[in-house]
């Protein structure tokens, strides 16, 4: 059996712009490839950058050949939005209210959801993924959504047919109008989900100039 690991490594300083709210959830854009654009009430749009603090009610599209990853801070919850992606983003930055929603119009995300944070809800136009310490992936075409688990579990609800079902670790979920159907997740399903997923990360605070620094790590693993 041949293996394959390659590492990336790099320091990143992120300042933040909330310093009344040190310990609450604020979002950063930290990675953006390609026509990554934040979508204005109207026909508006402006180019998103890396730094850029995304704010809840906001929508982001995703074009050819680009994409898009947010973090949250401090739980480490991340949001990769491959390309041709569309989605509504919904949070609270407060401990007390448990928000932090994606509603995805069309496209691949890819998600990392912390215990140390609030549980994730992802959906559809009929199907509602809720996801604590977990890593998956959330895809919606031609009304038909996929979910595939790499790690934890998720629970998806078919907001159609009202079908619960537990997506376990290594499985794959499809879901339309008639329902949800459970399959084993194939290798490539898997490696496509671990691809965007793998990172290790530790952050420090400074509290003198309210800046933070983070350690981030990325590798990707073919076995």
Do not use: C
């Not at 609270?92 to 990392?112: C, H, P, T, Y």
């Not at 794959?172 to 949800?180: F, L, W, Y």
């Not at 989900?193 to 800046?211: C, G, H, R, Y």
Request: net charge neutral.
């Amino acid at each position: 059996m041949r293996y394959w690991i390659w590492i990336g490594l790099w320091v990143s300083l992120a300042t933040a712009k909330d310093a009344a709210r040190p310990f609450g959830y604020d979002a950063v854009v930290r990675q953006v490839s390609g026509n990554v654009r934040l979508m204005g009430p109207d026909t508006s749009s402006k180019e998103v950058k890396v730094g850029d603090l995304p704010q809840s009610g906001e929508k982001y599209a995703v074009g050819e050949g680009g994409g898009l990853i947010v973090r949250f801070h401090p739980d480490f919850m991340r949001i990769v939005a491959r390309a041709n992606t569309m989605f509504h983003l919904a949070f609270s930055r407060s401990d007390s209210s448990e928000l932090r929603d994606i509603v995805l119009d069309q496209g691949l995300l890819a998600l990392s959801a912390s215990k140390r944070g609030p549980s994730l809800k992802t959906e559809d136009a009929h199907s509602l993924v809720q996801a604590v310490e977990s890593r998956f992936s959330f895809a919606s075409a031609s009304g038909v959504s996929t979910t595939v688990v790499l790690a934890g579990e998720v629970k998806l609800r078919n907001t159609v047919t009202n079908q619960v079902e537990t997506v376990h670790r290594g499985q794959k979920a499809v879901s339309d109008s008639t329902g949800v159907k459970l399959t084993t997740a194939s290798q490539a399903d898997l490696q496509e989900v671990s691809a965007f997923q793998n990172f290790l990360e530790m952050d420090f605070w400074n509290p003198s100039t309210k800046e933070s620094r983070t350690l981030e790590m990325e590798y990707e693993t073919n076995f």
